[in-house]
């Protein structure tokens, strides 16, 4: 159980163009979802926090209308990079959690990531 | 602020041998503290945890211990497998005011060669 989907898993764009991400939970209501960003050799890096039917909480320096999230039900967030360019490149992980009344306490279930090239 | 500082790599052992992964973190109040692992091609799965100080996390041979005097959580295992050829990351999290946000280290690449 607890099974956190991506789609797509590597994705190669125009630079200009938008790109959209979808994180699933697969066998869970998840009530909040987190996406980072990965660059080589160095940490992830939160980007925003999401929680159903709301609007995301972006970390501080993360532009908003440039990654823009959508958490429209318990099972699914959409991260779409508008504009794309190539300094956007990254590898982009979300994660899904519950509640601890849900009895996963509340523990953080990763995706296993989307590896975004912007030409 | 929060912060998680651990060994960055890469690091290269035999099959067999002692590993030990240094991670030490800044943070105000009281912390939980974990250890995730992301093998190639997955994403990041939860390794074990602690979340008071002396608390030891423990999952597949694996373990660490909750120092708060030092505020460090060390990773160990006594005999590494190739099987545990992956990217380890420290990270934690801190309660405070209802966050269930995840500071993480930078992660430290292991090689296990039969």
């Known amino acids: 159980g607890a099974v956190v989907s991506q789609h797509p898993s590597r994705v190669i764009c125009k630079s200009g163009t938008s790109v959209k991400i979808e994180c699933r939970s697969l066998d869970f209501q998840a009530t909040t979802m987190f996406w980072y960003r990965q660059f080589p050799k160095k940490s992830l890096m939160l980007m925003a926090t999401?929680?159903?039917?709301?609007?995301?909480?972006?970390e501080q320096g993360v532009e908003k209308d440039k990654f823009l999230i959508n958490h429209a039900s318990l099972t699914l967030s959409t991260l779409t990079v508008t504009s794309a360019h190539p300094e956007d490149s990254s590898f982009y992980i979300c994660s899904a959690s519950s509640p601890i009344g849900e009895g996963r306490g509340n523990e953080q279930f990763f995706g296993p990531g989307t590896r975004l090239t912007v030409l | 602020g929060n912060s998680v500082t651990q060994m960055e790599g890469p690091v290269t052992l035999s099959e067999e041998a002692f590993l030990t992964i240094n991670c030490t973190y800044t943070a105000t109040g009281y912390p939980s503290l974990f250890w995730y692992v992301q093998y190639p091609g997955e994403g990041l799965q939860l390794l074990l945890k602690?979340?008071?100080?002396?608390d030891k996390g423990s999952n597949k041979g694996f373990e660490a211990t909750y120092r708060k005097e030092t505020t460090s959580f060390h990773l160990e295992k006594g005999s590494v497998q190739v099987s545990d050829s992956a990217v380890y990351f420290c990270?934690?999290?801190?309660?405070?005011?209802?966050?269930?946000?995840?500071?993480f280290g930078k992660g430290m690449k292991l090689t296990v060669n039969p």
């Open positions: 990270a934690l999290r801190n309660s405070q005011g209802g966050s269930e946000k995840l500071v």
């Open positions: 602690a979340t008071k100080a002396d």
């Open positions: 999401s929680n159903e039917g709301s609007k995301a909480t972006y």
